[in-house]
Nanobody, 123 residues
Framework: QGQLVQSGGGLVQAGGSLVLSCAVP????????MGWFRQAPGKEREFVGF????????HYADSVKGRFTLSRDNAKNIVYLQMSSLRPEDTAVYYC????????????????WGQGTQVTVSS
């Protein structure tokens, strides 16, 4: 469906904030629900959150609820994952993903993926 391009991430101290961006090809952006997932070393990929096609609906994993916020800029075809109050356990490679239609918490339901970006939270 197209390549998603991620940016952002890096090293931050516990309690800090970061914003991850995911640029989506224009031809699929409006029809795509967007999900974010993360994978820590030695662990399986886990769901972080999703945002619906129109941006009106979001859903987050309990572990990030109240700390992470998803938004989408329809003019720029970009989805943002704003992360605050970061904890060492948030350290992982973060991935954005797109799927046509409704959003899902299952990674296997997504068609296109970003390249991943490392987020490291120091204690």
């Amino acid at each position: 469906q197209g390549q998603l391009v991620q940016s952002g991430g890096g090293l931050v101290q516990a309690g800090g904030s970061l914003v991850l961006s995911c640029a989506v090809p224009a031809r699929i952006f409006s029809d795509s629900a967007m999900g974010w997932f993360r994978q820590a070393p030695g662990k399986e990929r886990e769901f972080v959150g999703f945002i619906s096609r129109n941006g009106r609906s979001t859903h987050y994993a309990d572990s990030v609820k109240g700390r992470f916020t998803l938004s989408r800029d329809n003019a720029k075809n970009i989805v943002y994952l704003q992360m605050s109050s970061l904890r060492p356990e948030d350290t992982a490679v973060y991935y954005c993903a797109a799927r046509s239609g409704y959003a899902s918490v299952q990674a296997s339901n997504y068609d296109s993926w970003g390249q991943g970006t490392q987020v490291t939270v120091s204690s």
